[in-house]
């Protein structure tokens, strides 16, 4: 069973609007929770990273929270752009095992 | 530029075939990792290596082989024995288990 939730399955929206992605995990205890970002074709790049005790960390346009308690992370993305379509992954890892989700599959259209 | 290759971008296989992914890593990273992508599913590990010569089978290991025996280089053999190859393969590295994964950009596998 994959302990690492992601949602929704897919996205669209138009340039220049905001968007919230959603995680929920079970994996407990981790040592930290990452986004990372896939274009069609390529291997995923990491956005950001935060460990448990964090709350928030910005790149750039793009923003993560982490609620330890509720075990839900979100990824805002700020002023949408073309460049933003691909699938974003939530990974979380536990004792330097990481857990994938599914992915949020995000198109943005002019 | 440091980075992780992949090649190739594509490959078929022909029933009853091995075939060979490789994957090179220039940024002295001890840890590689083979995952395979479907549609629709998260990535899942097939074998790692977290150093030369030394390697351990991921929760999908059936069908599959691996070597390391350069640090740079860490190619996956799949073999006849896996009867649903078409997948996406990707490689990745990191320079300990548990930090940040630097991904290749992928092989695409598909069957004749």
């Known amino acids: 069973k994959n302990q690492v939730e992601q949602s929704p399955q897919s996205l669209i929206i138009l340039e220049g609007k905001n968007c919230t992605l959603q995680c929920n995990y079970t994996v407990s205890p981790f040592s930290n929770l990452r986004w990372y970002k896939q274009d069609t074709g390529r291997g995923p790049v990491s956005l950001t990273i935060?460990?448990?005790?964090?709350n928030t960390k910005s790149n750039g346009r793009y923003t993560a929270t982490l609620d330890a308690d509720t075990k839900q992370s979100s990824l805002h993305i700020t002023a949408s752009q073309l460049s933003d379509s691909a699938s974003y992954i939530c990974?979380?890892?536990?004792?330097?095992?990481?857990?994938f989700g599914r992915g949020t599959s995000l198109i943005v259209h002019p | 530029d440091g980075g992780i290759t992949q090649s190739p971008k594509y490959l078929f296989r022909k029933e009853g075939q091995n075939v060979t992914l490789s994957c090179e890593q220039n940024l002295n990273h001890d840890a590689m990792y083979w995952y395979r992508q479907d549609p629709g599913q998260g990535l899942r590990l097939i074998y790692y290596?977290?150093?030369?010569?030394?390697?351990q089978k991921g929760d999908i290991a059936e069908g599959y082989s691996v070597s390391r025996e350069k640090k740079e280089s860490f190619p996956l053999t799949v073999t006849s024995a896996q009867k649903n190859p078409t997948a996406f393969y990707l490689c990745a590295s990191n320079r300990v288990p548990g930090e940040k994964l630097f991904f290749g950009s992928g092989t695409q596998l598909s069957v004749l």
């Open positions: 990974v979380v890892t536990r004792s330097y095992i990481p857990t």
């Open positions: 290596s977290q150093i030369v010569n030394d390697f």
């Open positions: 935060m460990t448990f005790s964090e």
